[in-house]
């Protein structure tokens, strides 16, 4: 949400209702990360109206449009935006998100979901969701389509010979003539080969599915991780899944979202976050908890706890987001009035409230002790809680060299990673054809 | 194509190559438009690798990613993207639309296309191109689901108490429940209604299904058309439709392209027209000449005459240009390698060398003689010729009062072209309630 990653946050006397729909506000938070020396923007998303209207703010301006408005505001920063593959043609979205990398001078970033829920399903002439391992499956072979796509321009196919009136090398072009299951693509793209080869691919979903898919396409996976003993495992689990996909684990970057709450004590940061429980409306917290928890609604009692539930196994929405929540409310034996104030703060991720050393300790923590490359900053409140993760945390990861100073000669959101640029499939190396 | 209309610009010493996918091109271009009080930019496509890289510049950023980008580049300039109903879901594609009128201030247009082609087809998972009619009537469904969608907001539906804890009112939302002969969309839109409620429709196809479709959705039309009598036919014809569809005729606007070639004697700019034929690679003209006609390959002799072809009914690619080649082709009695280098300077749209008062001329006798309501502007060399026209040709028009000194209050792109901002479907106006 557009003014906070707290529910609540939009009920705060600072903030703009209208907030997530205005351009300007999204320019002002992206010269602040900047500011921060930031890698990267995410913006979530899903092809659905989420929320009644009642509850929260509800709508989103369609990120990849947004993020392109973005590109021409910065100069810097990555720019990594969410795009289903249940719900996209491979060739439009192969194409928007080569369009957005060479607009931004090779800083896209594509989160890859398949979108669960049936809502979004009934917007695209399905009567129900698809299953979770089909929706997996179509979304390797969307993958596999995609880099296709996006190598069938070699990086030198442009001759540009005025004199003979010879602009490109047709033998440089290759049609993918993809014939899948899902999908049936013959032609190549009609955008050149980008900066960064094709986006830096993201992913999110920390099923068994979601976590195979990630080992074999994912470079930087964003995850919800309530304690540091959960993280290290899923960091660990992840990199050596990698290495049996046979990539370099260092390739994939593992990154979990915190959401700071930050004061000039303990008490303030505390006393802030208490503001923030207030303004939570419990009743709908407790509709969103049924619905993610597949609950007929009515079923929870505000006080009470939750009752048995199925395995992760047995359902087929957000599989990783499920069994987070309800590990949550087993492990600190919360009520449900207790696990909607803690899910209100950060839907599943690591709520921390404190002082700008005790969060840049939290930070250091995790990221030393194998539980984190990076982290995912979410701010419970935007933009004042961004300014202050910037203000007063920044300053001190950098002093313990924890973050770059400045962003320097590195141009492409993967040479901000760290990450090679792909080679492209269609192309034999040099050396091989000596 | 970006350095210009004519197929062979890009060869001139003064043209950038690489121009079609370099933002900054497209910036300049957009402030020297902005700098002629134009209504709008205009960005035609396809979703297809349109052809072979030995011609000329092949691929193009993609129109919606484009014009977001100079939207935030520009203050007052329409943006119209062009984009398929036969490649595209209507939900992602309105909320595209959507995204972009809210980024732009209420300055995004829709180009409205069914796509002619098999190539097009075979990257959509089809073996081949749909029939016209099939596809026309895919449109129009297209078109019923999108307004559904745009208006699923009512323009007040959000009501931003703080206090309450109440986002909006969820009795102003209205699912579209569409279920059609191509679509199925459930759910209302993701994103609130937009400055212009929808973005200005705009429609290019002036075949009999065309014109029908334009006579019922669209609020400006594209054509090509070669001589003043067959546009004022067109004007005519599509103004009469339109009232017999039950709209104001006022409300749809007649635009054909001119390609201006223009030197400060006639002499000059014919000149300057020979130097663009001598740059045409002839076989290549040929060929794409004898794809339009749907003749096999080696079919023309370059001086020779076109042979006898079916009539327009009996094709299925784009009806409208088919019939205006083969009509010009007649009518001038032209050879192969004439008709060639009529189409390379236009493509079918009207080529115009002269003074920028014979340009001005031209200009004022189509739209006083109910040829045109205004023009769309396709110079043969970019940026030079939208240069010349608009420090040559725009104060001309000026002087003439048959075009605005500045921009003026209004906003939104549809009241630059005096149009009314659509009702909501879902509203009932006031009166009648009462």
Redesign the interface.
């Known amino acids: 949400m557009s003014t906070g990653h707290h529910e609540?946050s939009?009920?705060?006397?600072e903030?703009d209702?209208?907030a997530h729909?205005d351009?300007a506000h999204y320019v002002h938070l992206a010269r602040i990360a900047e500011r921060g020396t930031f890698d990267s923007l995410f913006l979530a998303d899903?092809?659905?109206?989420?929320n009644?209207?009642?509850?929260?703010?509800?709508?989103?301006?369609?990120p990849?449009?947004?993020l392109?408005?973005l590109?021409?505001?910065t100069e810097h920063i990555g720019l990594i935006a969410t795009a289903s593959t249940s719900?996209?043609?491979p060739?439009?979205l192969a194409?928007?998100f080569?369009?957005?990398d060479?607009?931004s001078g090779g800083r896209a970033g594509w989160n890859i979901v398949t979108t669960a829920g049936a809502?979004a399903a009934?917007?695209?002439?399905?009567a129900a969701e698809p299953a979770h391992a089909e929706r997996y499956a179509r979304a390797a072979e969307f993958l596999d389509v995609a880099q296709k796509l996006w190598d069938s321009?070699e990086d030198d196919?442009?001759v540009?010979d005025?004199a003979a009136?010879?602009?490109?090398?047709?033998t440089?072009?290759h049609p993918p003539r993809h014939e899948g299951r899902y999908?049936?693509?013959?032609?190549?793209?009609?955008?050149?080969r980008t900066p960064q080869g094709y986006p830096l691919l993201v992913q999110a979903g920390s099923s068994e599915d979601g976590k195979r898919f990630a080992a074999r396409y994912a470079e930087a996976v964003f995850t919800a991780q309530q304690t540091i003993e959960d993280a290290r495992a899923f960091y660990a689990d992840l990199k050596s899944r990698t290495a049996e996909a046979g990539r370099d684990p260092g390739h994939i970057k593992v990154l979990p979202g915190i959401v700071p709450v930050i004061g000039s004590t303990e008490a303030e940061a505390l006393a802030a976050e208490r503001v923030l429980e207030d303004?939570i409306?419990y009743t709908h917290g407790v509709n969103r908890l049924e619905n993610l928890l597949q609950l007929e609604p009515g079923t929870l009692e505000l006080d009470g706890r939750l009752p048995d539930l199925p395995p992760e196994s047995a359902i087929e929405g957000a599989k990783s987001r499920y069994t987070l929540v309800v590990d949550l409310a087993r492990r600190e034996r919360l009520t449900v009035r207790q696990l909607v104030g803690r899910l209100g703060g950060g839907r599943g991720h690591l709520t921390f409230a404190g002082t700008p050393e005790q969060v840049a300790d939290a930070i250091e923590t995790w990221f030393t002790q194998g539980a984190a490359d990076g982290f995912n900053i979410m701010p419970a409140v935007l933009p004042s809680g961004l300014d202050a993760f910037v203000d007063h945390v920044v300053p001190i990861l950098r002093a313990r060299g924890l973050l770059r100073r400045e962003y320097g000669p590195r141009r492409t959101l993967r040479e901000r990673y760290g990450l090679p640029r792909p080679a492209n499939q269609y192309v034999t190396p040099a050396l091989a054809r000596a």
């Open positions: 609540a939009w009920r705060l006397p903030s209702p209208y729909v351009l899903g092809p659905q109206l989420w009644n209207l009642a509850q929260r703010p509800a709508g989103a301006l369609e990849l449009t947004l392109t408005a590109a021409t505001a719900y996209n043609s060739y439009n194409r928007k080569a369009s957005l060479i607009v809502e009934r917007n695209f002439g399905l321009w196919a442009v540009a005025k009136g010879v602009w490109g090398d047709d440089k072009i999908f049936s693509v013959a032609g190549a793209l009609n955008v050149p303004h409306v």
